[in-house]
């Protein structure tokens, strides 16, 4: 390892995941989250060691399926992880790479119980201006609705490892945070919601008198995570490399936020081998959780060590959220 960083609260580590969790004991994790490199998509470094840069598809799937065989020795029984993905669109008109079918298939190779998958909604006109996907815009609609396609969705795929799990992860309250942006809730369902938290805010005695929780539980439920802040995520421009790098894209906090708290209990181990950064490991410290971070791009590494040593800023989520037109 290059560099590492290790506190009460989080342990950051530079190297390559493949080389740094063999160091960490068999069932020590209780909950993992990343994105894993999207392969021929976005070029993160020019490191032989980056999942990004295989030759093909077929060796980068290979080379990752090493990735979840390690997870899956970490974790504990009966435990989860999570992986955020989305179909890989190809050249020209050769149509998408079903990413999440074969992450899917990946995982139930090795091990994995394919447990559920939160569809991740997409504003069209905020990507179309991001991504310059011509498909998407509204020119293509009109001269030739053939070549058009939507703006494609995040997946988050929830797998579990097979045992039992000791340890229940337990809400004796049910939840009083509520990850998400109001204004993409219908005007009945926003109002709902300000009226129960109006209501019943800090009146929880248990979970049946905890509206608030049950509110938030019917939108953390659904298969359709629409209320995600797109513009929640933790800065990234300084660790922008104009040698070797031309994509960051940190995963927006409230994903992180709901997966942790729905999967762990407080002062559990969350692990992110892909950390870019720091989104994963700010998100489960702010939430009350241990997390250990592995990133091999020193500047995405710098900027993690950055981000997570604001966590001590009481005002830390203000400045760690940013508007990302550019991203």
Not at 97 to 111: S, T, V, Y
Not at 183 to 192: G, H, Q, S
Not at 263 to 277: A, D, R, S
Not at 316 to 326: G, P, S, T, V, Y
Request: proline share 3%; glycine share 4%.
């Amino acid at each position: 390892m290059k560099n590492e960083v290790i506190t009460n609260n989080y342990a950051l580590y530079q190297g390559d995941c493949i080389e740094v969790m063999p160091q960490v004991t068999d069932n020590a994790v209780d909950f993992s989250i990343y994105s894993p490199p999207f392969n021929a998509m976005y070029v993160y470094s020019s490191s032989d060691h980056d999942l990004g840069n295989s030759r093909n598809y077929e060796e980068f799937l290979e080379h990752y399926t090493f990735v979840i065989k390690e997870i899956y020795r970490l974790t504990k029984p009966g435990r989860l992880t999570a992986v955020h993905c989305m179909d890989i669109p190809k050249n020209g008109d050769s149509g998408l790479i079903d990413f999440p079918g074969d992450i899917i298939k990946l995982h139930q190779n090795n091990g994995f119980v394919f447990w559920d998958r939160k569809n991740i909604w997409k504003e069209p006109l905020r990507v179309a201006i991001r991504t310059r996907q011509r498909a998407l815009m509204h020119m293509q609609l009109v001269n030739d609705t053939s070549k058009c396609r939507g703006a494609l969705a995040d997946y988050l795929l929830i797998f579990k490892k097979k045992g039992e799990n000791t340890t229940p992860i337990v809400k004796p309250f049910g939840m009083t945070d509520y990850a998400g942006d109001l204004e993409l809730m219908n005007e009945i369902e926003k109002a709902e919601f300000l009226e129960l938290q109006k209501k019943y805010s800090n009146e929880y005695k248990d979970d049946k008198t905890n509206r608030v929780s049950q509110f938030i539980w019917r939108r953390y439920a659904s298969s359709a995570w629409e209320d995600i802040r797109a513009n929640v995520a933790l800065s990234y421009k300084e660790a922008r490399d104009k040698d070797d790098d031309r994509h960051v894209c940190p995963l927006q906090l409230d994903i992180i936020t709901r997966a942790v708290e729905l999967y762990t209990n407080k002062n559990e181990i969350v692990l992110t081998p892909f950390m870019g950064v720091g989104s994963e490991v700010f998100a489960s410290v702010m939430a009350g959780r241990k997390g250990i971070g592995i990133e091999l791009k020193d500047t995405y590494f710098n900027q993690a060590i950055k981000n997570l040593a604001e966590i001590k800023n009481k005002n830390i989520l203000q400045q760690a959220m940013f508007n990302d037109e550019e991203n």
